[in-house]
């Protein structure tokens, strides 16, 4: 076998998914919150993946989510001398002393993620002069990184059309490594679990060619990638709330973010997905006739949005009929739309940490005389498409 495909093959064992990096930013970020003593025995991760990939999103999302500190430095864009400290003179003294930037946490008992983004950005200079602070928490006797903190960095790969070098050996050895890999199912499960809109994440589940598609691309314009979706979804739910129905702002807006091609096709889908304003009514109004449309993209449409509306009830009571509603949507799909019906259900499952989606689980499992209807139609597709025991 050939050296590079040696290469490739061992490559391909660090490839992980957004769910596998927000599950390890979150094992290492806990295990510091009750043992930071810990600190000197966490190494600390480099995130390799292609531009727009929603590395940086995806650590600052679990920060925010835990509740802890989060620090972007932008070793590209500082000098050695904002890394190490500034010497100003003590004539007193007659000696030099050293101030580090502020950015820097400075409580003991604070607790975070310092993340080097952009570190295959910055020049060999630069990653030197982080060596200390990765490896050891330190910078001399100037200055300690508080306990509390995980040291994380993020880069784009030389092969990715982007500003990157090649990082030393040196600094290489001192991270555990993966790379994040833009794949949509795990992709969408993750966005259902971190409140992406619906029309986002139903035309992802249509044209998954369209979540990371840099062939055939202006780079210097806006293009498809998690990142972009990601905002794309955040101005749809703005759209949303305003209701001013100008989709003449909001397509100049999509196709600012992801490109004429994309955000073209994703327009149509988006008027799909508005059709279904009245699924809400589906889920709360037994009473409500439901019609299920024929056409493949507009279930995907309808199965999104079903979800998307299921955990975010005012009250235990609209809760309670939310769920009952889904049940109902579910079973009116039937067995032939098995694959819609079994989406659905994975996917409501689904919460931003593991606690929350155990217990969206439980609720779902509690309404048992549903859910055993539910299982006796479609249970076999469950097992079949999923590691969900039914």
Not at 20 to 39: A, F, G, H, R, W
Not at 260 to 288: Q, R, V
Request: with cysteine; proline share 5%; glycine share 6%.
């Amino acid at each position: 076998m050939a050296k590079s495909s040696v290469s490739k093959i061992l490559d391909m064992h660090n490839t992980i998914t957004a769910k596998d990096l927000d599950s390890i930013l979150t094992l290492q970020v806990n295990t510091l919150k009750t043992n930071p003593e810990k600190s000197k025995f966490i190494p600390p991760l480099m995130v390799w993946g292609p531009p727009g990939a929603g590395k940086s999103s995806i650590i600052q999302a679990v920060a925010n989510r835990e509740g802890i500190g989060f620090i972007d430095f932008r070793l590209s864009q500082v000098e050695p001398v904002d890394l190490r400290g500034l010497p100003v003179p003590n004539k007193e003294e007659k000696s030099v002393e050293w101030f580090v930037t502020a950015e820097f946490p400075r409580d003991p008992k604070s607790r975070g993620i310092l993340l080097f983004d952009e570190i295959s950005a910055a020049d060999r200079s630069l990653q030197v002069a982080a060596y200390e602070l990765i490896l050891d928490r330190r910078l001399g006797k100037l200055y300690s990184l508080p306990d509390g903190w995980l040291v994380v960095a993020a880069g784009n790969r030389t092969e990715d059309r982007a500003v990157a070098t090649t990082m030393s050996s040196a600094l290489a050895n001192r991270f555990m490594h993966v790379e994040i890999d833009p794949n949509s199912e795990d992709w969408i499960k993750w966005g259902a679990a971190n409140d992406i809109h619906p029309a986002v994440l139903g035309f992802i589940k249509t044209r998954p060619e369209n979540l990371f598609s840099i062939k055939n691309q202006n780079l210097e314009r806006g293009w498809p990638s998690p990142r972009s979706w990601h905002r794309v979804s955040e101005m749809c739910k703005i759209y949303d709330k305003q209701k001013t129905n100008n989709y003449y702002l909001l397509e100049k807006i999509v196709y600012g973010l992801v490109g004429n091609s994309a955000g073209i096709d994703f327009m149509t889908y988006y008027k799909l997905n508005e059709e279904f304003d009245d699924i809400l009514e589906y889920m709360t109004n037994p009473a409500k006739t439901i019609k299920i449309p024929l056409e493949n993209d507009r279930k995907w449409a309808m199965c999104t949005s079903m979800v998307y509306l299921l955990w975010k009830g005012t009250s235990k009571e609209d809760e309670a009929k939310r769920i009952d509603g889904f049940y109902r949507i579910c079973m009116e799909l039937g067995a032939k739309n098995a694959d819609f019906a079994t989406y659905a259900m994975s996917t409501a499952m689904l919460g931003p940490t593991e606690q929350e989606s155990q217990n969206h689980a439980m609720k779902l499992f509690d309404c048992k005389e549903r859910y055993t209807e539910w299982a006796k139609l479609f249970g076999k597709a469950m097992k079949k498409h999923s590691r969900i025991e039914v």
